[in-house]
């Protein structure tokens, strides 16, 4: 296992599962993000649950990269969703930079764990 695959999958999994917090204690900032996209809340709990399982599967991933290559990819597509929802929302600029950024290093994490398989 190379750095490549340590270093961004535990970054990632660190976001997400902070994320997961943030939407599971209702935090102020995600109910508002969550009431700007115009997220149903049942859909902003699943997000939630969906970020704390690729944050285990990426830590899995370091013993099995196979999950981690899918728990990568998962994040990626996740990601693609949030940037979707931001634009469908009028919000662009600064407020992207997290999910492109988390985007980005799901993409690293991925094909890291591809090479290792």
């Known amino acids: 296992m190379s750095s490549w695959n340590i270093i961004p999958s535990a970054l990632l999994a660190a976001a997400l599962a902070a994320s997961l ?3 599971a204690r209702r ?5 508002e993000l969550r009431d700007r996209l115009a997220v149903a809340p049942r859909l902003w709990s699943g997000i939630g649950a ?3 399982c690729a944050a285990i599967g990426l830590a899995v991933g370091l013993i099995r990269p ?3 290559t899918a728990a990568a990819a998962g994040v990626a597509l996740l990601m693609l ?3 979707v929802a931001h ?3 009028g919000i662009s600029g ?3 930079l997290p999910p492109a950024a988390l985007l980005t290093v799901a993409v690293v994490a991925g094909l890291g ?3 290792s398989i």
């Open 50 to 52: 969906l970020e704390g």
């Open 81 to 83: 969703g949030a940037i």
């Open 66 to 68: 196979e999950v981690g």
């Open 27 to 31: 935090a102020p900032a995600s109910v």
């Open 113 to 115: 764990f591809g090479a």
């Open 94 to 96: 600064r407020p992207l």
């Open 21 to 23: 917090l943030r939407k």
């Open 87 to 89: 634009l469908r929302a």
